[in-house]
């Protein structure tokens, strides 16, 4: 399998380096990139993460979840969906599904113009689709993103999950995020499920306040030894798992939420306000999530000859 998976990788970065040479490239971003070389390109993403959605309601958090993850380890590269040694499927990586959403829009959009449009741009639109398609906010997606050619160098990802307020901060600090902007990414979990192994400390060695109803149910389903009842799911918002909306805020409010790194926003400490403001003005939320999409869909993008367009996304492919 390693072999498999190697041999793709290298046939995908020789071929792929001869067709780069041959296309003009901006070495910007522009929302104009694809006007001339693939018109089509927007709708075909767009028809091709809608199906997804109604296929599995779910897809959209997978799809939102894939961006961030893979933005946050070495930028926006699409480098996520590269398996093997060194790639960022790491431990705290493991979970993230939606590759193959990914894979058929890179499909679907290969077949109108193929080797033209990357897999770090379809991932970057396919979050803002995402987001519409489940009655969240829109942006305004720049393109001209290049691929990772390799998986060799990618940082360790971090796991979120179990930071304290703090430790966020500095997280988001380090990627240039404000702590404002943090909380609108992190009302991102307005949308998809955790697994039980991800939420243990949450119910059992954690000191912050948990609503005892919300705790009782979550240890029926999660006991305190794994690896019993590791893989079990639970939503992030109990009220409206595939809706983007702000009750993740609101859940927060009354001590429900589903991660250590969720509850710490609402705690008594320096991001109470901005939780409050979100629960209060679901309009405030969404305006400020979208600009932090769209400041994160930039982080460390690599254009023109930094990167290359690979014809399948993901190395399984």
């Known amino acids: ?22 296309m003009p490239c901006k070495a910007q971003l522009s929302t104009t990139f694809y006007d001339t070389t693939c018109p089509n390109a927007l709708s075909t ?3 091709s993460i809608n199906a997804a959605v109604s296929r599995n309601g779910r897809n959209a958090a997978s799809v939102i979840s894939l961006h961030f993850h ?12 590269l398996g093997g040694a060194g790639s960022e499927e790491s431990t705290a990586n493991d979970g993230v599904v939606g590759y193959d959403v990914i894979d058929d ?57 179990n ?9 988001f600090a380090n990627k240039g995020f404000n702590t404002k902007e943090m909380v609108a990414l992190s009302g991102s979990h307005t949308l998809g499920q955790a697994r039980c192994v991800r939420f243990r400390g949450r ?3 954690s000191s912050l306040p948990i609503n005892a109803a919300f705790n ?4 029926a389903i999660c006991p305190p030894t794994p690896p019993t009842g590791d893989e079990t799911l639970q939503p992030l918002d109990l009220v409206t798992p595939n809706a983007f909306d702000n009750n993740y805020f609101l859940n927060l409010r009354a001590s429900r939420g589903l991660l250590i790194s ?18 209060d003005n679901p309009a405030t939320f969404d305006s400020d999530f979208a600009a932090a999409m769209v400041k994160m869909s930039e982080i460390e993008v690599l254009t023109c000859a930094s990167g290359i367009i690979r014809t399948v996304c993901t190395s399984a492919s």
């Open 105 to 161: 829009a890179k499909a679907a959009v290969e077949s109108v113009c193929p080797g033209v449009v990357s897999c770090a741009d379809i991932l970057a639109v396919a979050a803002r689709d995402a987001s519409v398609t489940v009655g969240g906010p829109s942006w305004t997606v720049r393109l001209g993103r290049r691929d990772s050619p390799d998986s060799n160098a990618a940082e360790a990802a971090t796991d979120l999950g």
């Open 163 to 171: 930071m304290n307020l703090g430790e966020l901060i500095s997280n």
């Open 262 to 279: 969720d509850q710490v926003l609402f705690n008594g400490d320096s991001a109470d306000s901005i939780v409050t403001e979100y629960a």
């Open 216 to 219: 009782s149910s979550l240890s």
């Open 70 to 81: 893979d933005c946050f380890v070495r930028g926006c590269d699409a480098s996520l969906l």
């Open 45 to 47: 993403i767009q028809t």
């Open 203 to 205: 119910i059992y060695n």
């Open 1 to 22: 399998m390693g072999y498999y998976k190697s041999t793709i990788l290298v046939t995908i970065f020789i071929t792929l380096i001869s067709v780069d040479h041959f």
